[in-house]
Nanobody, 126 residues
């Protein structure tokens, strides 16, 4: 399985920004749809964003649209999540995920992405 390692989490004030990174192993990274999910305590893991293999198509959950931006650099085997205007409601463990067979879309179930990193924690203070 592909190996995914997230980084860039931390503590920020409301209204601030963070950029999360997900480094993927293997030379087949460019063929994978990549996505970000998040999970807050007591809640189910929820979809945040996804990006097609070429980076041409991106998809976002309604609650982050206009604030978060997903991008990828296939030469570096890395996908990013730029988070702006962070809100106290945004803190979660953020997970990077990969889909080797599907097409980029708004994912309705995290089971559709078989490969996952271990997550990085984002905390937002008010």
């Amino acid at each position: 399985q592909v190996q995914l390692v997230e980084s860039g989490g931390g503590l920020v004030q409301a209204g601030g920004s963070l950029r999360l990174s997900c480094a993927a192993s293997g030379r087949t990274f460019s063929s994978y749809v990549m996505g970000w999910f998040r999970q807050a305590p007591g809640k189910e893991r929820e979809f945040v964003a996804a990006i097609s293999w070429s980076g041409a198509n991106t998809y976002y959950a309604d609650h982050v649209k206009g604030r978060f931006t997903i991008s990828r650099d296939n030469a570096k085997n890395t996908v990013y999540l730029q988070m702006n205007s962070l809100k106290p409601e945004d803190p979660s463990v953020y997970y990077c995920a990969a889909d080797s067979v599907g097409v980029a879309r708004v994912y309705r179930a995290d089971s559709d992405l078989p490969y996952w990193g271990n997550g990085t924690l984002v905390t937002v203070s008010s």
